[in-house]
């Protein structure tokens, strides 16, 4: 049963964000697939045992809408400094997840029934305290792994930091720190800052992710150009648009 749900709930994750990414982007992207496929993952893991296929499908659903709309919407906003998008694709299902084994738990599934360790979920006539024990989970969780994750990050900023700089990220980590490249192909010449106002449009982009319509403005007064690309082809127009940001 558990492998059967986390292939449904794989398999659904990934219908959603190939369909989300073709609504939203007018193209069926490769990355979107395989995000989509983390997504369902997450979500069924605290379930996958001893729920039906019917809510497997409901994890996949719920975790792969709410990890894509957190990842396109609400990590610019949030100001998230989330690369891989782990919060995205397995925080955000984990968490829905989680609190969707409330909902459809069934105990004639347990490997032993006879123990009332855990009630039936809400959808086979549970009631509402399993519910909460969920919701207090998925709390404390976060609270620990915040306070773990900020203690842990601040002891790494004070003794090898934790930003790099703009032509790092250009040139990229395995080069700039490890002396050889992780990927056999070269970058076109165009991804390589070749200025200071080219430097200064990278820099316009991430502002314009994380919606810092201050820093933009700053940029782009030093001379960053807001319809030149960087080296995604992205453009900081592009990016303030999509936050909401071109009216200011």
């Not at 610019?76 to 995205?88: Q, Y």
């Not at 979920?121 to 709390?139: E, H, K, P």
């Not at 390589?192 to 700053?218: H, K, N, S, W």
Request: hydrophobic share 45%; aromatic share 10%.
């Amino acid at each position: 049963n558990a492998l059967i749900n986390t292939h449904i709930s794989a398999c659904t994750g990934t219908l959603v964000w190939t369909v989300l990414s073709r609504i939203y982007d007018k193209k069926f992207k490769i990355t979107s697939i395989m995000s989509g496929a983390l997504a369902g993952l997450a979500g069924v893991t605290g379930a996958s045992g001893f729920v039906p296929s019917q809510v497997a499908f409901l994890c996949g659903s719920v975790g792969g809408v709410s990890s894509f709309y957190f990842a396109r919407f609400l990590k610019g906003r949030l100001r998230v400094d989330d690369v891989l998008d782990v919060t995205a694709l397995q925080a955000v299902p984990g968490f829905t997840g989680v609190i969707l084994v409330a909902f459809g738990l069934r105990r004639d599934m347990l490997a032993d029934p006879t123990k009332r360790v855990f009630d039936n979920g809400l959808f086979f006539g549970g009631s509402a305290r399993f519910l909460g024990w969920q919701l207090l989970l998925v709390t404390v969780v976060i609270a620990w792994t915040s306070v773990a994750t900020y203690a842990t990050m601040w002891v790494i900023d004070k003794t090898l930091g934790t930003n790099i700089s703009a032509d790092f990220e250009v040139i990229g980590l395995d080069l700039a720190e490890h002396g050889e490249r992780a990927y056999d192909c070269e970058p076109s010449k165009k991804h390589v800052p070749q200025t200071e106002y080219e430097t200064i449009v990278f820099e316009m982009c991430d502002a314009a992710m994380c919606g810092d319509v201050a820093e933009l403005q700053r940029l782009h007064k030093q001379g960053g150009n807001a319809l030149m690309a960087d080296y995604d082809g992205r453009t900081p127009m592009h990016l303030a648009a999509c936050n909401g940001q071109v009216d200011r």
